[in-house]
């Protein structure tokens, strides 16, 4: 008899980073196991997020404690979540998701005045929050996935996301 499949666990999303004055709300899909074991967002070491993040804040924000970096972002007036609550998934891969729970993107996006645009990090991502904001007045970014998984070079990754500096404060 063959060895069993090892079975899928339910994850749950990390909470929100937002407040009031944020313009531009950053979306990934569900947190990675790394992630979720540290309980932040992009914790894995070879996930690009925060060095993508560098390029488009002009400021570096990947060596600062995790706490300073969502201050940072928060100062910027950048947001983050992910677009699904619950999943099951065996490991970090977003095509291994089953029963997914999308999260309510549309209630989040009421509760901030300023916000812009959402942009979302990664083609599974893009694909349930854009069904979720098909409807909204927001404009909607899809980006090249910050996963080390996706091969795309980091500077071609970075381009696409400069896109980004124009919902971005600088001050």
Same mark, same amino acid.
């Given at each position: 008899m063959p060895p069993a499949l090892p079975q899928s666990v339910l994850k749950t999303c990390l909470p929100a980073v937002v407040d009031e004055r944020v313009r531009l709300l950053i979306c990934g899909s569900l947190p990675g196991e790394a992630s979720l074991r540290a309980e932040r967002y992009y914790a894995h070491p070879r996930?690009?997020?925060w060095r993508l993040l560098?390029?488009? =804040?002009?400021?570096?924000? /990947?060596a600062l404690?995790?706490?300073?970096r969502l201050s940072t972002l928060l100062r910027r007036n950048l947001g983050l979540w992910d677009v699904v609550a619950t999943a099951r998934r065996q490991g970090s891969l977003d095509g291994a998701m089953r029963e997914v729970e999308?999260?309510?993107l549309s209630d989040l996006i009421r509760? =901030?005045?300023?916000?812009? /645009?959402?942009a979302f990090n990664g083609g599974t991502a893009a694909r349930i929050g854009r069904r979720a904001l098909g409807h909204t007045r927001l404009t909607l970014i899809d980006l090249p996935s910050s996963s080390p998984a996706l091969t795309l070079p980091l500077a071609a990754k970075?381009?696409?996301?400069?896109?980004?500096?124009a919902f971005v404060t600088f001050r």
């Open positions: 996930n690009q997020f560098e390029v488009v =804040l002009d400021e570096p924000v /990947a404690p995790y706490e300073e999308a999260n309510p509760t =901030l005045p300023h916000l812009e /645009a959402v970075a381009e696409r996301w400069a896109v980004l500096r």
